[in-house]
């Protein structure tokens, strides 16, 4: 609170100058709030100047909802004239962002995960990028994990919402491909005292390895149901588990998990040679030392490529024009889109006019919970 | 597979009365709050999440953030009874409210810091865990619903889902946004009648079964409870015997605290309790408070326990549908309810 007020004086106090101003909005509460409390302490990380210019960060709670979402940005682009957006922490409400970001011509770095928010790159996408890897890209390294072990059958237990569901349907593309059959699909929801039900379902229909589709430590849930039930086969973890509460709620019940993760999980553990390393851990470093040792999550490290993409293009587009006009913030998206071989903390970006995720399988690393830490897989 | 196959069906009809038996102590806890003093008390799960994750954070050594808050409505609760005491030109009941005040709250303070320290045993954490949630009822009946004691069923009802907000937003600032799980207080399983269960969910029942009794007992054998059930059936009658409904309505408060924290003791170690967990769990309660007409005891218990085992039912057939299955439930009881119950008038005083 006492850091969002300042930031606001600081907004007022900025304004009679020319200042790179940014909006950044997360969800600082509601059900999304482990994800955006992370990412609203990364924005304190953040550089104060580039290229000599000040930059002037205004940060917005949308509470996990969309209509809030939308209200904040309105606000910043007409209120606090920022030249760019970042976020916001939840998919539906980076979708409905869009359509402000758009109208006013302002670029969006969201932070959500859902492919369809930069998917096709029409003329409102074209303002909007993002930096945390698709669910597909996750997917993928599941499935390819799957069978490259000799799985054959899956079957999966996840929220009966849009994150669940997003993850059924990215598990059957990915599992169609690499010939994997589903033999099972329960739900439950994030709130549920048991899931002994879906688990006994599960359990019976004697898949070789089960995928639960939750973030969060609701996803100890499940797990600890299927080993109380004598469940001995792999399972597997979505990338929305990947903090360290995790760990500590899970104990011994989450032991042997596997699930794709941005590199900057295990950072320490990467080979000298991988580019994430060196970007991965000085992220961890500054953010254990201002808000204590284990404290950093994954989600966080969103906003901080944000912020390394934004470093590399305002020099570019302070080049063309003003901070505070429509040509800088026209000169901003062309300088973001430009973007070529930024290393952030959980990946290599690479954006073009056509793909404004810009990952590729670097940004993934396939992890295992071992001894209550996430250790990497060779 | 079928629900009826003789090694699934046990599995779940004890999954389902461990469940029911917690959602029965809140239908309880929904019902006599709402007989002694109209409110229907949305936040009884905020009081669920409140014992979890206050008993989850002394685990880790650390002093909740619900002790600066039981302070805080103490804090509230005096300046209120001095104005009143004042008002009245009684100065001796205004020194003792502050003297009381300062007194409590300093010791609670006291024996809060001394014992939130790593390496307490369980049970004296259990009990400082109570000590710190169950005051909270009385202070929030004192603070928010006591000087609206005459408004509307209406005006309690806005008054409690506000509650509601603003304590899971309390919860999400004291505890952070992810959740925590306590640990069990009985570990293994054990075998009955071919059926493994967790020796935990026995507890569960077991404690459930105990606090219903002593419940029935203290409604019927004790003075206290009987002016409870007094106010409960005629507010101004109970008035004209000498029950003061300030009194009761604390009383009723008290034991909702009580009822609430113990729950979340009781499920805590199973699922992980979030700020945000408190709603649906009191939800289902309520849907069995609903099922006794937000009146009957009996009919309230057995409500919940139907709830749970549906839902354990539900989640095995249908689990997509659970939610839809548990909630829908609500239709045909008020369909019956409307129809087979007579009007009364809500304000018949």
Known sequence: MKRLLLTAVLACTATALADVRV???????????????????????????????????????????????????????????????????????????????????????????????????????????????????????????MASTGIKTVGYIGFNDAYGEGWLAELQKAAATRGLKIVATERYARTDTSVTGQVLKVVAARPDAVLIGASGVPAVLPQKALKDRGYAGKIYQTHGVANADFLRVGGKDVEGAILPAGPVLVADQLPATNPNRKVGLSYVNLYEGKYGQGSVSTFGAHLWDAGLILQKAVPQ?????????????????????????????????NYSSSDHLGLDARSRVMVQVVNGTWKLLK | MDIFDPSIFPILTADGLTNGAVYALLSLALVLVFAVTRV????????????????????????????????????????????????????????????WAVLGGGALWGITHALAG????????????????????????????????????????????????????????????????????????????????????????????LLMLGLALFFGRTLAGKALRATAVNRLGARLVGIRPEAAGSLAFTLAALIGALSGLLIGPSIAIGYDSGFLIGLKGFIGAIIGGLVSFPAAAVGALLVGLIESYASFSLSQWKEVIVFTLILPVLLWRSLSSRHHDEEEE
Request: proline fraction near 5%.
């Open chain 2, 40 to 99: 229907i008390f949305v936040p009884q799960g905020e009081f669920v999440m409140f014992g979890a994750l206050t008993l989850a954070a002394l685990q880790q050594g650390k002093v909740p953030g619900t002790l600066n808050f039981v302070l805080a409505l103490l804090l509230i609760a005096t300046v209120l009874n001095v104005v009143r005491a004042l008002r009245a030109g009684d100065r001796r009941a205004a020194g003792l409210s502050v003297l």
């Open chain 1, 317 to 349: 587009a302070l080049k063309k024009a003003k901070p505070g006009t429509p040509e800088f913030r026209s000169a901003l998206r062309d300088a973001i889109e430009g973007t070529r071989n930024v290393i952030g903390a959980h990946g290599i970006f």
């Open chain 1, 23 to 145: 909006g950044v909005i997360v969800s600082g509460t509601g059900p999304a709030a482990s994800l955006g409390i992370p990412e609203r302490n990364t924005v304190a990380l953040l550089p104060q100047t580039i290229a000599g210019q000040k930059v002037v960060y205004t940060i917005l709670d949308d509470a996990s909802d969309t209509t809030a979402a939308v209200t904040a940005a309105r606000k910043l682009v007409q209120e606090n004239k920022v030249d760019l957006i970042i976020g916001t922490t939840t998919t539906p409400a980076s979708l409905a962002m869009i359509d402000v970001a758009a109208e006013s011509k302002t670029p969006m770095i969201s932070l959500a995960a859902s492919e369809s928010i930069i998917k096709p790159v029409d003329a409102r996408r074209s303002w909007v990028f993002k930096t945390p890897q698709t669910d597909a890209l996750m997917a993928a390294a599941i499935a390819a994990h």
């Open chain 2, 118 to 209: 790593a390496g307490t045993p369980l049970w004296v954490q259990v009990l400082l865990t109570l000590l710190l949630v169950v005051p909270q009822g009385p202070l929030l009946y004192r603070v928010v619903f006591e000087p609206l004691r005459n408004a509307t069923v209406l005006v309690l009802l806005i008054a409690s889902v506000a509650l509601h907000l603003a304590l899971t937003g309390l919860g999400l600032a004291f505890f952070g946004a992810e959740g925590s799980r306590t640990p069990a207080f009985a570990q293994g399983n054990a075998q009955i009648a071919g059926v493994t269960l967790s020796l935990q969910s026995l507890l569960v029942i077991g404690v459930s079964a």
